[in-house]
C-alpha cells in the first residue's frame, strides 16, 4: 500500500494518537502461559509483565487493541515495543528476542494501519515504533554512596536503541517515537543511534520526541525544565516534540505552552487519564478528560494528540471527536 506524507496532513488537520497499551493489555487478565505461549514455554524466567513478548506470543490480542483504537478514531498507532530494548528485556533475560519482538510488533500495527487506510483512504493510518526510556539513567546514579556511577553508557543506550530502530523500521513503521523521556542524555542516545541506522540505510523515518514531567516542579527526573529539554533535543529535525504519561491534562498544559511558545516543531502531547489513585488506578472518564484536552485545542497547542496511562478507546474517541472542531497549532516553520 502506497504510504502518505505525514508532515503534509500533520499542517492540515490535528492527528489523534492511540491511547495505553498496557492499561488494554490488564483487560484481557493474561497469565503466565500467554506470555510464555509455545516458543518460551521452558524460559527460565518467569515473563508475566513483559507486555513486548505479546506480540510474538499473542499477537493477536496485540492487533485487536490496535484495530480497537483505529476505530475510535485514531490517526496513529504506536507499536507494543516500549520496553522492547535489550537493557529493559535482560531483566526477562530475553534481550536476544529484541529484533524479533521489534519486527513484529511493527507488522501488527501496520497490518491494523492498512486495514483502516484500505477502509477509509480519505483518512489514512499510521505506525510510530515505540521507543522507551528504558529503566536505566545515563545522567543519574542508582547508588545515593556513589554518585559518579552510572548503570549504563552511552554507547550500551545507543547500540540497544539502534538494534530496536532496525527491527521497528524492517516491521513497517512509518515514524519512530522516542518517548516517555525522563533522561534527556537517554534520548540524545536514542537519537545518535537513530541518525547512525538512518546513515546505514540511506533511508530516514519522521522521528517524534516526547518527554515527561515528573511532578509539580516542572521538570525531568533528570532536573531540566521543558524549554531546556526542548534545546536539547533540536539539534535534530524532528517531526515533533511533546511531553507524556506523568501527569494528566490539566497539569501537563503549562509545560505545553512553554513547548508552544519556544518549538520550531510540531507539538504532541498524550498525557494520562488523571494521577493515578491510591489502587494505582485511573479515574478520569473520557467525558473529564475531553473537557481538559479541548483547551489545549483552543488555544491552538497541537498538531498531535491522545493518550497515555489509564486512556482507552473510550477516551480516544472522545478525543479524536473534539480535534474535528478545531485547526492544529501552527508552527513557525509552517
Request: with cysteine; proline share 4%; hydrophobic share 40%.
Amino acid at each position: 500500500m502506497e504510504r502518505v506524507d505525514i508532515q503534509a496532513i500533520v499542517k492540515e488537520r490535528i492527528l489523534v494518537l492511540d491511547g495505553a497499551m498496557g492499561t488494554m493489555i490488564q483487560r484481557y487478565g493474561l497469565v503466565e502461559e500467554d506470555f510464555r505461549g509455545s516458543m518460551l514455554a521452558g524460559h527460565h524466567k518467569p515473563l508475566q509483565g513483559n507486555n513486548d513478548i505479546l506480540s510474538l506470543t499473542r499477537p493477536e490480542v496485540i492487533k485487536e487493541i490496535h484495530l480497537a483504537y483505529f476505530a475510535a478514531g485514531a490517526d496513529i498507532a504506536e507499536t507494543n515495543t516500549f520496553n522492547a530494548n535489550a537493557i529493559s528485556q535482560a531483566d526477562y533475560d530475553t534481550q536476544h528476542l529484541t529484533y524479533d519482538i521489534n519486527v513484529a510488533a511493527a507488522r501488527l500495527a501496520r497490518e491494523a494501519a492498512d486495514n483502516y487506510t484500505a477502509k477509509e483512504p480519505h483518512k489514512p493510518r499510521f505506525v510510530a515504533g515505540s521507543m522507551g526510556p528504558t529503566n536505566r539513567t545515563a545522567s543519574l546514579s542508582p547508588d545515593v554512596n556513589n554518585p559518579g556511577y552510572r548503570a549504563v553508557s552511552f554507547d550500551e543506550l545507543k547500540e540497544a536503541y539502534k538494534e530496536q530502530a532496525r527491527g521497528l523500521m524492517d516491521g513497517g513503521a512509518d515514524l519512530l517515537f522516542v518517548e516517555t523521556i525522563f533522561d534527556t542524555l537517554n534520548a540524545k542516545a536514542a537519537l545518535f543511534g537513530i541518525q547512525e541506522l538512518f546513515d546505514e540505510q540511506g533511508k530516514e523515518l519522521p522521528i517524534m520526541v516526547s518527554g515527561t514531567i515528573t511532578d509539580a516542579s516542572g521538570r525531568t527526573l533528570s532536573g531540566q525544565t521543558t524549554q531546556a529539554f526542548l534545546v536539547s533535543v533540536s539539534h535534530v529535525n524532528l517531526l515533533s516534540v511533546g511531553l507524556n504519561c506523568a501527569l494528566g491534562a490539566d497539569q501537563l498544559r503549562p509545560y505545553l505552552q512553554v513547548l508552544n511558545k519556544n518549538s520550531p516543531f510540531f507539538i504532541s502531547a498524550h498525557p494520562n487519564a488523571g494521577l493515578p489513585n491510591a489502587f494505582g488506578e485511573y479515574d478520569e472518564t473520557p467525558e473529564m478528560m475531553g473537557k481538559q484536552i479541548e483547551e489545549y485545542l483552543q488555544e491552538g497547542l497541537v498538531n498531535i494528540v491522545g493518550g497515555c496511562c489509564g486512556t482507552t478507546p473510550d477516551h480516544i474517541k472522545v478525543i479524536a471527536d473534539l480535534t474535528k472542531k478545531y485547526s492544529p497549532r501552527v508552527t513557525q516553520t509552517a
